[in-house]
């Protein structure tokens, strides 16, 4: 498809289960970004990667949480042990650009997590 | 630190009535300037940007200015459609402290006919 597409769109935990979230961004885009939107907030930052090299994961709340993107395209969120509190959309953007300079990202319409 | 504060919502506007949504912002640089529009069932897009203090971003009848006196780039439309009805986001981005977007929490705008 011409834009990013996200797997599983609906995922259902049980507490203390692992889950990972798949991201396919916009085919040659260069800059890849994860965000989590809890309920009625905007979207927070997680991490940011710049073709397989993760630059930025000053966002990401605990060890609990990885991410990667091997070959520089795909990218997966792993959430370990899941809690409550990551109850959330996750929300994977993709930009042409090194750095996203022009500030346009192309987002998917999310993986909307509840560990229950 | 780096924030964006907007309106809370819902705005419930009938057709063809005047939009606004405020937004300010708080920056330990100099930002650019972001409206982010989310339609029911889709991705965040997009809307408009400004990248220096008075500039004006517009996008399909929507515009914002960039007013570095007051902090401020709040959105408008003279007359909405109710197509326009979507989540807006405003958001910031400092090329100096990374590359990510920071957003506002989202105003929910519902446009009836």
């Known amino acids: 498809g011409a834009g990013v597409s996200q797997s599983p769109r609906y995922k259902v935990a049980k507490r203390g289960q692992d889950v990972a979230l798949r991201c396919d961004p916009i085919?040659?885009?260069?800059?890849l970004f994860w965000y989590q939107q809890a309920l009625g907030q905007g979207p927070e930052f997680l991490t940011y990667?710049?073709?397989?090299?993760?630059?930025?994961k000053s966002g990401l709340p605990s060890d609990r949480f990885f991410a990667e993107r091997p070959e520089g395209s795909v990218s997966t969120l792993k959430i370990q042990r899941t809690q409550q509190e990551d109850s959330a959309v996750y929300l994977c953007?993709?930009?042409?650009?090194?750095?996203?300079?022009?500030?346009?990202?192309?987002f998917g319409e999310g993986s909307r997590l509840t560990v229950l | 630190g780096n924030s964006v504060t907007q309106m809370e919502g819902p705005v419930t506007l009938s057709e063809e009535a005047f939009l606004t949504i405020n937004c300010t912002y708080t920056a330990t640089g100099y930002p650019s300037l972001f409206w982010y529009v989310q339609y029911p069932g889709e991705g965040l897009q997009l809307l408009l940007k400004?990248?220096?203090?008075?500039d004006k971003g517009s996008n399909k009848g929507f515009e914002a200015t960039y007013r570095k006196e007051t902090t401020s780039f709040h959105l408008e439309k003279g007359s909405v459609q109710v197509s326009d009805s979507a989540v807006y986001f405003c958001a910031l981005k400092i090329k100096a402290a990374g590359n990510k977007l920071t957003f506002g929490g989202g105003t929910r705008v519902l446009v009836k006919p």
């Open positions: 990667f710049q073709n397989e090299a993760q630059l930025d």
């Open positions: 400004a990248t220096k203090a008075d």
């Open positions: 085919s040659g885009h260069v800059s």
């Open positions: 953007a993709s930009s042409l650009e090194r750095g996203a300079n022009t500030g346009e990202l192309f």
